[in-house]
């Protein structure tokens, strides 16, 4: 939290910002090894999430997002052993920009992974199991 004093209107103003992200979903691929920096390991995933909702006429329709997930250090060998596709994850990490994304590539910003919970190790989703209820 930081406070400071507008000069022009003469009043303190409190200003904060939170760049948090926690994401509920299911690993898309494997985990891919990127190069390492300051000596520890790297990697990205990518995350689905869904998210249900009912149309006007009642419908339930299906939105998905894909994010791109990135983990350093411990974190990433963890992932690069332990995780497979389907399996359901619960990450908390920030948001940053990536540099190489003005270079063509498609993702300009990822998820830096600072906390991972494994929600569900099955990988087997039944139809039923995916529905809200």
């Known amino acids: 939290m930081v406070r400071w004093r507008n000069t022009v209107m003469g009043q303190e103003h409190l200003q904060r910002t939170v760049n948090q992200v926690i994401l509920l979903g299911r690993l898309a691929v494997l985990p891919e090894r990127m190069s390492e920096e300051k000596g520890l390991p790297v990697c990205r995933m990518q995350l689905v999430t869904e998210e249900w909702t009912h149309d006007a006429a009642g419908a339930l329709t299906t939105r998905t997002e894909h994010h791109v997930l990135q983990a350093e250090g411990a974190l990433a060998d963890f992932c690069l052993q332990r995780l497979v596709p389907g399996q359901q994850l ?44």
Do not use: C, F
Request: aromatic letters at 6%; a negative charge.
């Open 90 to 133: 619960y990450i908390e990490g920030v948001l940053r920009r990536n540099e190489q994304a003005a270079h063509g590539q498609p993702w300009p910003v990822v998820v830096h992974v600072q906390k991972l919970l494994v929600a569900s190790w099955k990988t087997d989703i039944e139809a039923e199991d995916r529905e809200p209820q």
